[in-house]
Protein backbone atom coordinates (compact mmCIF):
# COMPACT_ATOMS: atom_id res chain seq x y z
CA UNK A 1 0.00 0.00 0.00
CA UNK A 2 1.49 3.53 -0.97
CA UNK A 3 2.59 5.72 1.93
CA UNK A 4 1.75 9.03 0.33
CA UNK A 5 -2.21 8.77 1.12
CA UNK A 6 -1.37 8.19 4.73
CA UNK A 7 1.14 10.79 5.03
CA UNK A 8 -2.20 13.12 3.88
CA UNK A 9 -3.99 12.39 7.32
CA UNK A 10 -1.08 14.41 9.23
CA UNK A 11 -2.24 17.61 8.70
CA UNK A 12 -5.46 16.66 9.62
CA UNK A 13 -5.02 15.35 12.72
CA UNK A 14 -2.54 18.03 13.76
CA UNK A 15 -5.42 20.40 12.99
CA UNK A 16 -7.52 17.88 15.46
CA UNK A 17 -5.19 17.97 18.38
CA UNK A 18 -4.66 21.76 17.84
CA UNK A 19 -8.12 22.43 18.02
CA UNK A 20 -8.87 20.46 20.97
CA UNK A 21 -6.43 21.92 22.74
CA UNK A 22 -8.52 25.59 22.05
CA UNK A 23 -11.56 23.74 23.27
CA UNK A 24 -10.31 23.71 26.71
CA UNK A 25 -11.52 26.24 28.81
CA UNK A 26 -9.72 29.36 29.37
CA UNK A 27 -7.82 30.56 32.90
CA UNK A 28 -10.22 32.82 34.31
CA UNK A 29 -6.89 34.76 35.11
CA UNK A 30 -3.06 34.62 34.67
CA UNK A 31 -1.08 32.06 37.01
CA UNK A 32 1.24 34.09 39.40
CA UNK A 33 5.00 32.75 39.52
CA UNK A 34 7.05 32.99 41.96
CA UNK A 35 8.92 35.75 39.71
CA UNK A 36 5.55 37.71 39.64
CA UNK A 37 4.97 37.47 43.30
CA UNK A 38 8.46 38.79 43.66
CA UNK A 39 7.90 41.49 41.07
CA UNK A 40 4.28 42.46 42.44
CA UNK A 41 5.44 43.00 46.22
CA UNK A 42 9.14 41.40 47.09
CA UNK A 43 9.83 38.63 48.97
CA UNK A 44 10.65 38.91 52.71
CA UNK A 45 13.02 36.14 52.65
CA UNK A 46 15.29 38.47 49.84
CA UNK A 47 15.24 41.47 52.22
CA UNK A 48 18.55 42.69 53.23
CA UNK A 49 20.39 39.35 51.57
CA UNK A 50 23.05 39.17 48.82
CA UNK A 51 21.96 37.00 46.26
CA UNK A 52 23.29 34.73 43.36
CA UNK A 53 20.24 33.73 40.79
CA UNK A 54 20.34 30.52 39.16
CA UNK A 55 18.05 31.05 36.31
CA UNK A 56 18.05 30.70 32.09
CA UNK A 57 16.08 32.28 29.67
CA UNK A 58 13.07 31.32 31.11
CA UNK A 59 13.44 33.07 34.13
CA UNK A 60 10.73 36.00 33.35
CA UNK A 61 7.69 37.40 34.64
CA UNK A 62 4.46 37.13 32.79
CA UNK A 63 5.18 40.42 31.50
CA UNK A 64 8.28 39.41 30.47
CA UNK A 65 10.64 41.30 32.60
CA UNK A 66 13.28 39.07 33.26
CA UNK A 67 14.02 37.83 37.10
CA UNK A 68 17.85 39.10 36.48
CA UNK A 69 16.44 42.68 36.11
CA UNK A 70 13.58 42.86 39.11
CA UNK A 71 16.63 41.48 41.41
CA UNK A 72 18.94 44.38 40.29
CA UNK A 73 16.60 47.17 40.36
CA UNK A 74 15.13 45.88 43.90
CA UNK A 75 16.43 48.01 47.09
CA UNK A 76 15.33 44.99 48.98
CA UNK A 77 18.15 42.65 47.97
CA UNK A 78 21.64 43.01 46.41
CA UNK A 79 22.41 40.75 43.20
CA UNK A 80 25.99 39.81 43.55
CA UNK A 81 26.63 36.87 41.06
CA UNK A 82 24.29 34.94 38.18
CA UNK A 83 24.58 31.27 37.07
CA UNK A 84 23.49 29.28 34.20
CA UNK A 85 22.12 25.39 33.81
CA UNK A 86 22.67 23.33 30.64
CA UNK A 87 22.05 25.07 27.24
CA UNK A 88 23.17 28.34 28.62
CA UNK A 89 22.17 31.45 29.50
CA UNK A 90 20.47 31.84 26.31
CA UNK A 91 19.15 28.60 26.31
CA UNK A 92 20.43 27.80 22.63
CA UNK A 93 23.53 25.92 23.36
CA UNK A 94 23.63 21.60 23.24
CA UNK A 95 26.63 20.75 24.35
CA UNK A 96 29.19 22.25 27.00
CA UNK A 97 28.69 26.18 27.94
CA UNK A 98 31.47 28.32 29.69
CA UNK A 99 31.14 31.13 31.43
CA UNK A 100 29.81 34.51 29.99
CA UNK A 101 28.28 37.86 30.64
CA UNK A 102 25.08 39.00 31.05
CA UNK A 103 25.42 42.26 29.00
CA UNK A 104 21.91 43.98 30.80
CA UNK A 105 24.44 44.39 34.14
CA UNK A 106 27.61 43.44 33.54
CA UNK A 107 27.63 40.44 35.92
CA UNK A 108 29.23 37.47 34.87
CA UNK A 109 27.19 34.14 34.40
CA UNK A 110 28.83 31.41 35.92
CA UNK A 111 27.95 28.45 33.97
CA UNK A 112 27.13 24.83 36.24
CA UNK A 113 27.34 22.89 32.70
CA UNK A 114 31.12 23.27 31.69
CA UNK A 115 33.99 23.04 33.97
CA UNK A 116 31.46 22.27 36.92
CA UNK A 117 28.42 21.29 37.54
CA UNK A 118 28.51 22.97 41.03
CA UNK A 119 28.92 26.58 42.73
CA UNK A 120 32.72 27.06 43.55
CA UNK A 121 33.63 29.00 46.63
CA UNK A 122 35.12 31.68 44.09
CA UNK A 123 32.02 31.95 42.09
CA UNK A 124 30.16 32.52 45.84
CA UNK A 125 32.05 35.02 47.28
CA UNK A 126 29.93 37.83 48.44
CA UNK A 127 26.73 35.40 48.27
CA UNK A 128 24.47 34.73 51.12
CA UNK A 129 21.50 33.45 49.50
CA UNK A 130 20.69 31.57 46.15
CA UNK A 131 17.56 32.18 44.33
CA UNK A 132 16.25 29.41 41.86
CA UNK A 133 13.90 30.49 39.02
CA UNK A 134 13.91 27.93 35.66
CA UNK A 135 11.34 26.59 34.48
CA UNK A 136 11.46 22.72 34.27
CA UNK A 137 9.43 20.65 32.05
CA UNK A 138 7.96 17.69 34.57
CA UNK A 139 10.31 14.82 33.41
CA UNK A 140 13.10 13.27 35.77
CA UNK A 141 15.81 12.81 32.92
CA UNK A 142 15.33 17.01 32.50
CA UNK A 143 18.62 18.22 33.93
CA UNK A 144 17.25 21.82 35.33
CA UNK A 145 16.70 20.57 38.96
CA UNK A 146 19.37 18.12 38.70
CA UNK A 147 21.20 21.70 38.66
CA UNK A 148 18.50 22.80 41.60
CA UNK A 149 20.05 20.09 43.67
CA UNK A 150 23.58 20.33 43.47
CA UNK A 151 22.85 23.80 44.37
CA UNK A 152 20.54 23.11 47.46
CA UNK A 153 23.28 20.60 48.47
CA UNK A 154 26.22 23.52 48.06
CA UNK A 155 23.65 25.81 49.95
CA UNK A 156 23.43 23.41 52.85
CA UNK A 157 27.48 23.10 53.16
CA UNK A 158 27.99 26.90 52.95
CA UNK A 159 25.51 27.68 55.14
CA UNK A 160 23.16 29.67 52.16
CA UNK A 161 19.67 30.25 52.51
CA UNK A 162 17.67 28.95 49.01
CA UNK A 163 14.89 30.18 48.10
CA UNK A 164 13.24 29.01 44.82
CA UNK A 165 10.87 31.46 42.66
CA UNK A 166 8.53 28.58 41.88
CA UNK A 167 6.86 27.89 38.26
CA UNK A 168 3.80 25.71 37.10
CA UNK A 169 4.84 21.83 36.15
CA UNK A 170 3.78 22.44 31.85
CA UNK A 171 2.50 19.14 32.07
CA UNK A 172 0.11 19.00 35.32
CA UNK A 173 0.81 18.20 38.61
CA UNK A 174 -1.51 15.36 38.79
CA UNK A 175 -0.63 12.14 36.58
CA UNK A 176 2.63 10.27 37.29
CA UNK A 177 4.04 7.76 35.24
CA UNK A 178 7.03 5.42 34.88
CA UNK A 179 9.23 3.36 37.33
CA UNK A 180 10.62 5.24 40.00
CA UNK A 181 14.52 5.70 40.57
CA UNK A 182 16.20 3.53 42.87
CA UNK A 183 18.55 5.19 45.71
CA UNK A 184 21.78 3.83 43.80
CA UNK A 185 20.87 5.15 40.51
CA UNK A 186 20.76 8.61 41.00
CA UNK A 187 23.03 10.94 38.75
CA UNK A 188 22.55 13.99 36.83
CA UNK A 189 20.08 12.72 34.18
CA UNK A 190 17.97 10.98 37.56
CA UNK A 191 18.94 13.16 40.84
CA UNK A 192 16.28 12.29 42.73
CA UNK A 193 14.27 8.74 43.71
CA UNK A 194 11.61 10.10 41.57
CA UNK A 195 9.37 8.57 38.29
CA UNK A 196 9.83 9.73 34.80
CA UNK A 197 6.84 12.13 35.10
CA UNK A 198 6.83 13.27 39.02
CA UNK A 199 3.84 15.95 39.03
CA UNK A 200 5.73 18.03 40.82
CA UNK A 201 6.81 21.48 40.50
CA UNK A 202 10.82 22.72 41.14
CA UNK A 203 9.35 24.20 44.42
CA UNK A 204 7.83 20.95 45.57
CA UNK A 205 11.02 18.63 44.47
CA UNK A 206 13.34 20.95 46.54
CA UNK A 207 11.23 20.16 49.56
CA UNK A 208 10.99 17.11 48.93
CA UNK A 209 14.78 16.26 48.44
CA UNK A 210 15.68 18.90 51.50
CA UNK A 211 13.13 16.37 53.54
CA UNK A 212 13.98 13.73 52.23
CA UNK A 213 17.55 13.79 52.28
CA UNK A 214 17.51 15.74 55.65
CA UNK A 215 19.84 18.89 54.19
CA UNK A 216 20.31 21.42 56.45
CA UNK A 217 19.36 24.22 54.05
CA UNK A 218 17.36 27.36 54.90
CA UNK A 219 14.95 26.61 52.33
CA UNK A 220 12.25 29.01 51.43
CA UNK A 221 9.71 28.42 48.48
CA UNK A 222 7.82 31.42 46.62
CA UNK A 223 4.66 29.84 45.64
CA UNK A 224 2.72 30.52 42.54
CA UNK A 225 -0.40 31.49 43.22
CA UNK A 226 -4.02 30.06 41.17
CA UNK A 227 -2.22 27.16 39.72
CA UNK A 228 -4.12 23.96 40.48
CA UNK A 229 -2.52 20.78 39.73
CA UNK A 230 -4.66 19.15 37.30
CA UNK A 231 -3.97 22.67 34.95
CA UNK A 232 -1.20 21.69 32.19
CA UNK A 233 0.45 25.35 31.03
CA UNK A 234 -2.22 26.05 28.36
CA UNK A 235 -4.83 26.66 31.34
CA UNK A 236 -2.15 29.05 33.52
CA UNK A 237 -2.49 32.27 31.20
CA UNK A 238 1.44 32.06 31.52
CA UNK A 239 3.19 32.33 28.06
CA UNK A 240 5.00 29.43 26.54
CA UNK A 241 9.17 30.01 26.64
CA UNK A 242 11.25 27.34 24.86
CA UNK A 243 13.36 26.13 27.51
CA UNK A 244 15.78 24.48 25.60
CA UNK A 245 16.68 23.90 21.64
CA UNK A 246 14.78 20.43 21.08
CA UNK A 247 11.88 21.80 23.46
CA UNK A 248 9.71 24.21 21.62
CA UNK A 249 6.25 23.44 22.18
CA UNK A 250 4.32 22.22 24.94
CA UNK A 251 3.32 19.29 22.75
CA UNK A 252 6.72 18.30 23.11
CA UNK A 253 7.22 18.65 26.74
CA UNK A 254 4.55 16.13 26.80
CA UNK A 255 5.85 13.66 24.85
CA UNK A 256 9.70 13.93 25.43
CA UNK A 257 9.29 11.31 29.40
CA UNK A 258 8.62 8.59 26.65
CA UNK A 259 9.83 9.55 23.08
CA UNK A 260 13.20 10.65 25.11
CA UNK A 261 13.66 7.23 26.88
CA UNK A 262 14.94 5.92 23.54
CA UNK A 263 17.62 8.56 22.99
CA UNK A 264 20.49 5.75 24.19
CA UNK A 265 19.70 3.72 21.45
CA UNK A 266 20.42 4.14 17.70
CA UNK A 267 16.79 5.97 17.03
CA UNK A 268 16.60 9.15 16.03
CA UNK A 269 13.81 10.99 17.94
CA UNK A 270 13.64 14.12 15.31
CA UNK A 271 16.72 16.34 17.11
CA UNK A 272 18.02 18.13 13.52
CA UNK A 273 13.90 18.47 12.45
CA UNK A 274 11.72 21.06 13.31
CA UNK A 275 9.62 18.14 15.40
CA UNK A 276 12.10 16.91 17.91
CA UNK A 277 10.45 14.44 20.43
CA UNK A 278 6.71 13.90 18.38
CA UNK A 279 8.69 11.86 15.87
CA UNK A 280 11.07 8.28 15.95
CA UNK A 281 11.99 6.97 13.37
CA UNK A 282 15.59 5.42 12.07
CA UNK A 283 17.06 4.11 8.13
CA UNK A 284 16.23 0.88 9.54
CA UNK A 285 12.38 1.37 10.10
CA UNK A 286 9.69 0.59 8.73
CA UNK A 287 7.20 3.33 9.06
CA UNK A 288 3.94 1.91 7.70
CA UNK A 289 4.62 -1.63 9.92
CA UNK A 290 5.52 0.64 13.20
CA UNK A 291 2.51 2.93 12.86
CA UNK A 292 0.02 0.20 11.96
CA UNK A 293 0.93 -1.84 15.46
CA UNK A 294 0.99 1.69 17.71
CA UNK A 295 -2.24 2.46 16.28
CA UNK A 296 -3.80 -0.92 17.26
CA UNK A 297 -2.91 -1.06 20.26
CA UNK A 298 -5.68 2.05 21.12
CA UNK A 299 -3.54 3.97 23.48
CA UNK A 300 -5.56 7.52 24.42
CA UNK A 301 -5.10 10.77 23.26
CA UNK A 302 -2.60 10.05 20.46
CA UNK A 303 -2.59 8.91 16.77
CA UNK A 304 0.45 7.00 14.99
CA UNK A 305 1.34 7.96 11.37
CA UNK A 306 3.94 6.95 9.09
CA UNK A 307 6.56 9.63 7.81
CA UNK A 308 9.93 10.12 6.52
CA UNK A 309 12.60 12.43 7.49
CA UNK A 310 15.92 13.42 7.45
CA UNK A 311 17.77 15.06 10.29
CA UNK A 312 19.63 18.02 9.58
CA UNK A 313 21.99 17.21 13.07
CA UNK A 314 22.33 14.73 15.81
CA UNK A 315 21.31 11.08 15.20
CA UNK A 316 21.50 9.81 11.67
CA UNK A 317 22.25 12.82 10.44
CA UNK A 318 21.86 13.47 6.35
CA UNK A 319 20.39 9.93 6.35
CA UNK A 320 16.67 9.13 5.52
CA UNK A 321 14.71 8.13 8.13
CA UNK A 322 11.13 5.66 8.50
CA UNK A 323 9.36 5.85 11.53
CA UNK A 324 6.25 7.66 12.92
CA UNK A 325 4.93 10.89 13.57
CA UNK A 326 3.51 11.02 17.02
CA UNK A 327 0.15 13.09 17.58
CA UNK A 328 -1.40 13.87 20.53
CA UNK A 329 -4.75 14.65 20.14
CA UNK A 330 -6.09 15.06 24.02
CA UNK A 331 -3.30 16.25 26.22
CA UNK A 332 -5.04 15.53 29.09
CA UNK A 333 -5.79 12.07 28.10
CA UNK A 334 -2.36 11.59 26.83
CA UNK A 335 0.20 8.70 28.64
CA UNK A 336 3.35 9.92 27.28
CA UNK A 337 5.59 6.84 29.02
CA UNK A 338 2.88 4.49 28.38
CA UNK A 339 3.46 5.45 24.93
CA UNK A 340 6.76 5.56 24.88
CA UNK A 341 6.41 1.67 26.60
CA UNK A 342 4.56 0.49 23.59
CA UNK A 343 6.93 2.38 20.67
CA UNK A 344 9.87 0.43 22.75
CA UNK A 345 8.52 -3.18 22.84
CA UNK A 346 7.12 -2.23 19.10
CA UNK A 347 10.57 -1.43 17.93
CA UNK A 348 11.91 -4.97 19.75
CA UNK A 349 9.07 -7.10 18.55
CA UNK A 350 9.47 -5.95 14.38
CA UNK A 351 13.14 -4.47 14.66
CA UNK A 352 15.02 -6.63 16.80
CA UNK A 353 18.25 -7.23 14.82
CA UNK A 354 18.57 -3.66 14.02
CA UNK A 355 17.63 -2.07 17.58
CA UNK A 356 21.03 -1.47 18.84
CA UNK A 357 19.88 -1.73 22.59
CA UNK A 358 23.02 -1.43 24.76
CA UNK A 359 22.06 1.50 26.29
CA UNK A 360 18.17 1.22 26.35
CA UNK A 361 18.72 1.82 30.59
CA UNK A 362 20.51 5.12 29.92
CA UNK A 363 17.12 7.24 30.53
CA UNK A 364 14.85 4.76 32.03
CA UNK A 365 17.35 3.66 34.71
CA UNK A 366 15.36 0.62 35.95
CA UNK A 367 16.25 -2.66 34.71
CA UNK A 368 13.45 -4.88 35.55
CA UNK A 369 11.92 -2.88 32.69
CA UNK A 370 14.25 -3.19 30.48
CA UNK A 371 14.76 -6.85 30.91
CA UNK A 372 10.45 -7.18 30.35
CA UNK A 373 10.92 -5.20 27.59
CA UNK A 374 13.83 -7.32 25.73
CA UNK A 375 11.83 -10.18 26.96
CA UNK A 376 9.05 -9.54 24.86
CA UNK A 377 6.84 -8.43 27.80
CA UNK A 378 3.19 -7.20 26.75
CA UNK A 379 3.84 -3.34 27.08
CA UNK A 380 0.90 -2.22 29.48
CA UNK A 381 2.14 -5.53 32.19
CA UNK A 382 5.62 -3.67 31.94
CA UNK A 383 3.43 -0.20 33.06
CA UNK A 384 1.21 -2.18 35.55
CA UNK A 385 4.39 -3.40 37.39
CA UNK A 386 5.30 0.29 38.41
CA UNK A 387 1.80 0.77 40.36
CA UNK A 388 2.52 -0.23 44.08
CA UNK A 389 5.68 1.88 43.95
CA UNK A 390 3.93 4.66 42.23
CA UNK A 391 0.98 4.31 44.78
CA UNK A 392 3.88 4.80 47.16
CA UNK A 393 5.60 7.93 45.64
CA UNK A 394 2.08 9.60 46.06
CA UNK A 395 2.62 9.10 49.33
CA UNK A 396 6.09 9.83 49.58
CA UNK A 397 5.67 13.37 47.90
CA UNK A 398 2.19 14.12 49.61
CA UNK A 399 4.14 16.21 52.75
CA UNK A 400 5.81 18.35 49.83
CA UNK A 401 2.85 19.46 47.91
CA UNK A 402 2.44 23.13 48.02
CA UNK A 403 -1.26 22.84 45.59
CA UNK A 404 -4.32 21.68 45.56
Avoid at 358 to 382: M, R, S, Y
Amino acid sequence: MPTAPAALFAPLLLAAAFAASLAAPLAAQTVQTGADVLQARGVPALAGRKVGLITNHTGRTADGVRTVDVLKQSKDCTLVALFSPEHGWEGLVDDKVGNTTDAATGLVVYSLYGETRTPTDAMLQGVDTLVFDIQDIGCRFYTYVSTMRNCLETAAKKGLRFVVLDRPNPIGGVKIEGPVLAAERQDFVGSHRIPLRHGMTAGELARMIVGEDALRCDLHVVACEGWQRADLLDQTGQPWIHPSPNMRRLTQALTYPGMGLWEGTNVSVGRGTDTPFEILGAPWIDGRKLAARLTAAKLPGVAFVATTFTPTSSKHQGKACGGVHVLVTDWRAFEPVRTGVHIGCALRALFADAWDTKKIDWLLKHQPTADALLAGAEPDAICAGWQKELELFRLRRKPFLLYE
